[in-house]
């Protein structure tokens, strides 16, 4: 069975300073990884996706992914963060269902990002 | 290009009451799915459509059902509600549904059963 782990429920980090949302994945075949954000009292909005090829994938806002086969993770990072960055950021891991033959997605519990002026 | 419109944004409704939510896909998106967000249970999925057949569906009871039209657009239904429905609900839609394919999400539905 496919599983998303995200081990914080909150980050605090100092505007201007790098950040980093840290995501553990399963699944049983090739992982196709997803982060998204979400803004209070709004739906989701798509940050970026890995499906093969660099480990580093670049997505919107200036957020960009690690990805670690080794280690099964799929953490979100930014160099600088922006007060406006404050949302929730949720991990997504998309896999054959374990009934076979159609997709199932996954969401990590979410991580709430707080950046302090 | 217009995203997931959902409607309606906010309702309330009384416990044991039916509710219908409707949702309008990306343009061009075939594949559409329902997800339940809660603050104890986070977002849970609730079933995907393809070309109007349930081809995937969470644990949710049978009080959860949907439906796909030929246009893709989609709804779902929820019949004699509990107090423990009121959550956010999300539609989403995505090219054909595959692995790689990115979800696009809606703005959700605000539902508050009293």
């Known amino acids: 069975a496919q599983s998303v782990a995200q081990p914080e429920d909150q980050v605090n980090v100092a505007e201007g300073n790098p950040l980093t949302v840290k995501c553990t994945y399963s699944?049983?075949?090739?992982?196709?990884l997803f982060w998204y954000v979400q803004y209070p009292n709004r739906g989701l909005q798509f940050l970026l996706k890995?499906?093969?090829?660099?480990?580093l994938v670049k997505g919107s806002y200036g957020f960009e992914a690690e990805f670690n086969k080794s280690q099964t993770s799929f953490h979100l990072k930014k160099p600088s963060a922006l007060v406006s960055d404050s949302a929730l950021y949720f991990c997504?891991?998309?896999?054959?269902?374990?009934?076979?033959?159609?997709?199932?997605?996954?969401f990590g519990t979410g991580t709430k990002l707080q950046v302090i002026p | 290009k217009a995203g997931v419109t959902q409607t309606p944004r906010y309702l309330i409704k009384t416990r044991g009451q039916q509710v219908t939510l409707s949702c309008s896909p990306i343009?061009?998106?075939?594949?559409v799915s329902w997800y339940q967000q809660t603050p104890g249970q986070g977002l849970q999925f609730l079933f995907e459509?393809?070309?109007?057949?349930?081809?995937n569906k969470g644990n949710f009871p049978g009080r959860f059902s949907g439906r796909q039209f030929s246009n893709s657009r989609s709804e779902m239904n929820v019949s004699t509600l509990e107090l423990g429905d009121s959550a956010l609900y999300l539609c989403?839609?995505?090219?054909?549904?595959?692995?790689?394919?990115?979800?696009?999400f809606g703005e959700g539905s605000w539902l508050t059963v009293v």
């Open positions: 997504a891991v998309r896999d054959i269902s374990d009934s076979g033959g159609y997709q199932k997605v996954t």
């Open positions: 890995y499906i093969t090829g660099d480990n």
């Open positions: 343009s061009g998106h075939r594949s």
């Open positions: 459509y393809f070309s109007e057949t349930q081809r």
């Open positions: 699944v049983s075949g090739n992982p196709y």
């Open positions: 989403a839609s995505s090219l054909d549904g595959q692995l790689g394919n990115t979800i696009y």
